[in-house]
C-alpha cells in the first residue's frame, strides 16, 4: 500500500489533479488559503499555494516546447512567475486564481526568451533574411515615401512574401509586439498590422487571456467596442473584415481599438493592486 500511495503523489503534478498540497491543509479551499495567506505571510502557507498550483506553470511551460530552450529551464522560470502571482494576488477582488496568474507567468516565460535573444534556434538563413528585410524595409520606405509592402520587400529582396512573413516574425520571436508592425494596404489611410496579414491572434495581449477580467471590462463597453473586441480577439477576425461589418473604414477600427485596449490596460493594472 506504500509503494502505490507513493506513486500517486508522484503521478498528481501530471495527473494535474485539483489538489496537490499537504494533507495538512486538505480541508481548506485555495480562496481560503489565500485569505490566510494574505494576513499571515508564512512561506509554510505560500509553498503550500505554490504546490497547489503547479499544474498552471507545467501547462504554460508545455506552450512553449521545441523553441530553442529547454523544458526544464522555462519550467523553472513559469515556476517563479507562479510565485509572483500568489504574492500579487488579491482574493478579495473576486478574480479566479489561474486566469490572474496566466498573464503573469507567460509574461515571465516570454521575458526570458526576449533575454535569450538569438539563442533560440532560429536557422541562420532565417537570421540573415532578417537583417535583409530590416535594410530593405528602411531603404524601400524613402524610395517609395511610404510604409513597403510585403510584396515590395519580396520583389526587391527577390523572394517569396512567405520567406519576408517568416524572417520578420522571427526578428521579433516572443516579443510583445512582434506582430505589431504596420504595412501599406493599398492607399495611405490603410496601415495594417502584420497581425492582419496572417490572420493570427494578437499574442502581446496577454490580458486577453483573463477571462474573469475581460467579461467585467466588456460590461463597461458600448455596443461598438465591445463588438471590435470580440470580433478581434475571440473570433480572430481581422482589422479589415470588422470595419467591412461596421461600415467604417480600418484605419477607423485601428483607432478604435488602439483606444479600448488603453483603457483596459488602464483597468486592469488598477486590479492588480
Keep these: 500500500m506504500g509503494d502505490v500511495a ?6 498528481s503534478k501530471s495527473s494535474q489533479k485539483p489538489y496537490a498540497g499537504s494533507a495538512k491543509y486538505k480541508d481548506i479551499t485555495d480562496k481560503e488559503l489565500f485569505l490566510i495567506y494574505s494576513e499571515n505571510k508564512a512561506i509554510e502557507l505560500r509553498n503550500e499555494l505554490v504546490k497547489r498550483h503547479l499544474y498552471i506553470a507545467e501547462i504554460l511551460s508545455k506552450k512553449f ?31 479566479e486564481f489561474s486566469s490572474f496568474a496566466t498573464p503573469t507567468i507567460i509574461g515571465e516565460i516570454k521575458k526570458y526568451f526576449r533575454d535569450k535573444g538569438w539563442s533560440i534556434r532560429v536557422p541562420r538563413r532565417i537570421q540573415e533574411l532578417s537583417k535583409k528585410v530590416n535594410t530593405a524595409k528602411s531603404y524601400l520606405q524613402q524610395e517609395l515615401h511610404r510604409v513597403p509592402k510585403i510584396e515590395d520587400i519580396a520583389k526587391y529582396l527577390d523572394c517569396t512574401e512567405e520567406e519576408v512573413l517568416e524572417a520578420i516574425e522571427a526578428s521579433h520571436v516572443y516579443k510583445p509586439k512582434s506582430l505589431d508592425l504596420s504595412y501599406d494596404n493599398e492607399g495611405d489611410d490603410k496601415d495594417i498590422l502584420l497581425l492582419d496579414l496572417v490572420g493570427d491572434e494578437d499574442k502581446s495581449f496577454n490580458m486577453i487571456e483573463n477571462k474573469d477580467f475581460i467579461e467585467n471590462a466588456l460590461s463597461k463597453l458600448n455596443e461598438i467596442e465591445t463588438k471590435i473586441i470580440k470580433d478581434r480577439f475571440f473570433k480572430n477576425k481581422t482589422q479589415m473584415h470588422v470595419a467591412n461589418d461596421l461600415g467604417v473604414s480600418q484605419m477607423t477600427v485601428s483607432r478604435m481599438e488602439k483606444k479600448i485596449l488603453a483603457k483596459l490596460k488602464k483597468d486592469y493594472e488598477k486590479s492588480l493592486y
Excluded: M, P, T
Design 6 to 11: 507513493q506513486k500517486k503523489a508522484k503521478s
Design 65 to 95: 516546447l521545441n523553441k530553442g530552450i529547454e523544458y526544464e529551464d522555462i519550467y523553472q522560470v513559469a515556476s517563479l512567475g507562479l510565485i509572483f502571482a500568489i504574492e500579487r494576488f488579491d482574493v478579495s477582488k473576486g478574480f
